[in-house]
């Protein structure tokens, strides 16, 4: 086996076009939600358009998730447009509206290879699944998001606050996700800081478990709470980053501990993180 974190070609035909192809950063505008995992490149192409003068723009995508030679491929086609623009000289903004439809997943177990792997909160079931499939998802997963992000200054000091929503139309229940946040200051240059927060809830089924953040509620849907975010600019190429996750999992349906069905579990992770930038 190989794997490559990132391996792919652009084309620009134009100023306002790129097309991209292979192994790649996400393509899609995202706020600093833990819906999508930044570290998950995707495989497959994506085509990003955006029109200067208006400030709109769009972003489609072609993901490949799993390859078969007996059965169909899983894969998510993504399309998002959007609006980037300016309010006042210290105040933009981003609002942008998608829809992610996965094939194939629904009755397969589409899961991360090796120690990684698992369905990452989503509901499963053990009958009706595809011929030698002994555990697989019990839903498609067609999700709608709606994402707005402001950038301003207050006090002298930047501000940015963002609201991140979704819904999976192809589960009957426990389909929602709301995340929001905001985060003051900017570590960028020598002796500056930002502080920040977010709140998320994500439902059992709002949100394809592959895609999702490894550090929120342990990695899985099915959760909330809050993450308190710190970073200090040490010097010019170092920066200091402290996130504490204060979480509850199991929401909705409850994990089998010591014999006992257990829900709201408390989930608390520290990260310490010191970064040289060159």
């Not at 002298?156 to 589960?171: G, H, I, L, S």
Request: glycine share 8%.
């Amino acid at each position: 086996a190989l794997d490559l974190d990132l391996a792919y070609v652009e084309w620009a035909p134009n100023a306002a076009t790129k097309v991209t192809l292979g192994k790649m950063k996400q393509p899609l505008a995202m706020t600093t939600s833990y819906f999508v995992d930044k570290d998950i490149n995707p495989e497959g192409a994506a085509l990003a358009f955006t029109h200067a003068p208006t400030g709109a723009f769009v972003n489609a995508a072609l993901f490949d998730l799993v390859e078969r030679s007996s059965a169909a491929d899983s894969t998510a086609v993504a399309l998002q447009v959007g609006l980037r623009g300016k309010l006042t000289d210290e105040t933009s903004y981003v609002l942008a509206a998608s829809e992610m439809k996965h094939r194939a997943v629904k009755n397969l177990a589409v899961i991360q290879s090796g120690a990684a792997g698992g369905f990452f909160g989503n509901t499963t079931k053990t009958v009706g699944c595809a011929a030698g499939v002994t555990t697989c998802l019990a839903n498609e997963f067609e999700v709608r998001n709606v994402l707005a992000e402001v950038t301003t200054v207050v006090a002298d000091y930047p501000v940015v606050a963002f609201v991140d929503w979704a819904e999976n139309t192809k589960a009957a229940k426990l389909n929602k996700a709301l995340a929001y946040g905001v985060t003051l200051g900017k570590a960028s240059l020598p002796n500056t800081w930002e502080v920040g927060v977010v709140s998320q809830k994500v439902e059992k089924d709002a949100l394809f478990g592959q895609w999702i953040d490894s550090d929120y509620a342990a990695g899985n849907t099915d959760g909330d709470g809050y993450a308190l975010r710190g970073a200090y600019q040490v010097a010019k190429n170092w920066k200091l980053n402290v996130t504490y996750m204060v979480n509850e999992t199991n929401n909705d349906v409850p994990v089998v501990v010591s014999g006992k069905n257990v829900l709201d579990r408390d989930y608390k992770r520290l990260q310490l993180d010191l970064n040289y930038a060159f």
